[in-house]
Antibody, heavy 122, light 107 residues
Framework: EVQLLESGGGLVQPGGSLRLSCAAS????????MSWMRQAPGKGLEWVSI????????YSADSVKGRFTISRDNSKNTLFLQMNSLRAEDTAIYYC???????????????WGQGSLVTVSS | DIQMTQSPPSLSASVGDRVTITCRAS??????LAWFQQKPGKAPKSLIY???SLQSGVPAKFSGSGSGTDFTLTITDLQPEDFATYYC?????????FGQGTKVEIK
């Protein structure tokens, strides 16, 4: 059974940093791309970033480019999202998700984690 | 960026009804279109990929169609557990983009 468990969310001040983790199990982690999405309170879904199965390719939304970094540790079956220079508009539930293939963009998502809330506020 | 426009933003329906949600892309995306279901306080769930293929375990009451710029999600025999918000998403090119969502409510 595929399981994705996010952690690391919390309250952070504007300009601060936070690192989210997503622990994966139930599949061969290194064989699949992984992605982060977010959802601001009461709003729709927004794609944030994706990383290939090998970790060699990454792509990010313009809204987070230069501030957020996606990475993975295939030896520990864990996905990360390093978030720097956080802004109030980054407040959201962050979801990790497993892709159907090892690389994108033409790969769908098949499993999602339960989400981790990040609140950016002073 | 490819804009995804869903309609209607919300709809009211009764148990047993058949409902259709549409999603339009601002440019052609072939069949690289997915649909997700999200219930309040829960993570999204993948329903359909490649415009019309059901994810494993998703009941056949859900169906998708379309190609190019116009797509539909149809739900037949609506049941209480189907009342949720539905999102389309294009994965033809980065940045991936989602529709704004369609909330299916009980009449």
């Amino acid at each position: 059974e595929v399981q994705l468990l996010e952690s690391g969310g919390g309250l952070v001040q504007p300009g601060g940093s936070l690192r989210l983790s997503c622990a994966a199990s139930g599949f061969i982690f290194s064989s699949y791309a992984m992605s982060w999405m977010r959802q601001a309170p009461g709003k729709g879904l927004e794609w944030v970033s994706i990383i290939s199965g090998s970790g060699g390719s990454t792509y990010s939304a313009d809204s987070v480019k230069g501030r957020f970094t996606i990475s993975r540790d295939n030896s520990k079956n864990t996905l990360f999202l390093q978030m720097n220079s956080l802004r109030a508009e980054d407040t959201a539930i962050y979801y990790c998700a497993k892709a159907f293939k090892s690389t994108g963009p033409r790969t769908t998502l098949d499993y999602w984690g339960q989400g981790s809330l990040v609140t950016v506020s002073s | 960026d490819i804009q995804m426009t869903q309609s209607p933003p919300s709809l009211s329906a009764s148990v047993g009804d058949r409902v259709t949600i549409t999603c339009r892309a601002s440019q052609g995306i072939s069949n690289y279109l997915a649909w997700f279901q999200q219930k309040p306080g829960k993570a999204p769930k993948s329903l359909i990929y490649a415009a019309s293929s059901l994810q494993s375990g998703v009941p056949a009451k859900f169906s998708g169609s379309g190609s190019g710029t116009d797509f539909t999600l149809t739900i037949t025999d609506l049941q209480p557990e189907d009342f949720a918000t539905y999102y389309c998403q294009q994965y033809n090119s980065y940045p991936w983009t989602f529709g704004q969502g369609t909330k299916v409510e009980i009449k």
